[in-house]
C-alpha cells in the first residue's frame, strides 16, 4: 500500500532508542564514529542526532529518505550486510534496549526548514 508519506517527495525516520543504564555516553560515540558513519558508506542520510533524558537515557536521531523504494534498497544494503550482522549489530544489543525502539515516519509540513 502506497502512503501520501511515500509519494510526496522524500519522508524521514524520527527514531528512539532506549539506552541501556550507564550507556549513554558509549551511546553517542559508538553511533557518531561507527553506526552513522557505516550507514552514511551505504547512503543512508541521518539528518540530527540528539539525546533524551526526560522518559529515561534515550537517543533519538532522524534519517532521510527520497522515496520507499530508497529505504528498502538502503535497509537491504545496511541490515543485511556481513558487517552490520557480525560487527554492529552485537554492540547495539549491549547498548539499546532493541525490544523498546520507537520509529515514526513523516513528512515535512511546506514550511519545515527540514527537507
Not at 527514531?15 to 553517542?28: A, E, L, T
Not at 542520510?45 to 537515557?57: C, K, L, M
Not at 529518505?65 to 530508497?70: A, L, R, V, Y
Not at 547495539?92 to 515514526?104: D, F, P, W, Y
Request: with cysteine.
Amino acid at each position: 500500500m502506497v502512503t501520501d508519506l511515500e509519494t510526496q517527495g522524500g519522508f524521514f525516520e524520527l527514531r528512539f532508542y532506549p539506552i541501556r543504564p550507564g550507556c549513554m555516553d558509549k551511546m553517542v560515540a559508538w553511533m557518531e564514529d561507527r553506526v552513522m558513519p557505516f550507514q552514511a558508506s551505504k547512503g543512508m542520510v541521518a539528518v540530527a542526532s540528539f539525546v533524551a533524558h526526560e522518559e529515561g537515557p534515550v537517543f533519538v536521531w532522524i534519517r532521510r529518505f527520497e522515496s520507499e523504494e530508497e529505504r528498502v534498497r538502503l535497509y537491504d544494503a545496511v541490515y543485511g550486510s556481513r558487517e552490520w550482522k557480525a560487527e554492529i549489530r552485537p554492540v547495539n544489543a549491549t547498548l539499546i534496549h532493541r525490544e523498546k525502539i520507537q520509529v515514526v515516519r513523516m513528512r515535512a509540513t511546506p514550511r519545515s526548514l527540514i527537507r
